[in-house]
């Protein structure tokens, strides 16, 4: 994959078809498959460590171009006007720049069938979280400021970052008490949007099921 900074607000993405296939999916599931599309998106960003940067703070313009070998991503970054009514893509200098009529989720016209929405929210599922760390002490000392243990914490290492992935337990917390683990999680590291089935598939698996205690045990606080 190549990646290209076109300007203050965009990135481009080249990627090859050979390249999608040995990610695990298909040439079908990109056109096809609105979740598995989102997937590979998700996977080139936190690839190219933009989710902190570049992704957090508004919606995103998303232009996706089929070449014969492959696919070019182009995302730019749009803001919302105070007003909450348009979004604004800034394509930067020559560029004719887009004012977007905005719906928000309380207008009568929005629908759960407009698929094409292209500033779509992307549901999370609050009992799990993936959190990546640039280095293992992070996480070394994320282990010794958790008490709680009701939930599976389950470390790999992937693309040069480690993972964190967190299984809470429904029947044990309520949703403020996640709500509150999750925040305090997110002071060490930071939410990604690699899945599971990505580090299943293409990670190293390093401690299953109870990584924190384990490492909480085995290392001194630094």
Known sequence: MEIERINENTFKFSISYLDIEERGF?????????????????????????????????????QVQALDKGLEVVVTKAVISKDGKKVEVNLGEGEKNLEIPFLSVDDED?????????????????????????????????????????????????????????????????????????????EYGHRSKVTIHVLEEYGKLIFEKTAIPHFKSIFPLL
């Open 26 to 62: 298909s040439k079908d599931e990109v056109w096809l498959d609105r979740e598995r599309s989102e997937e590979l998106f998700w996977e080139l960003i936190d690839e190219a460590h933009l989710t902190e940067e570049f992704i957090a703070g508004g919606p995103l313009w998303i």
């Open 110 to 186: 929005d629908s759960e069938d407009d698929d094409d929405d292209i500033f779509e929210s992307m549901d999370d599922d609050e009992s799990e979280i993936i959190l990546s760390f640039k280095n293992l002490e992070d996480f070394i000392s994320l282990s010794h400021s958790v008490i709680q243990d009701s939930f599976e914490t389950t470390l790999y290492s992937y693309q040069d970052y480690y993972y964190l992935y967190v299984k809470f337990e429904e029947s044990s917390l309520d949703e403020a008490q996640i709500d509150y683990l999750s925040s305090m999680l997110l």
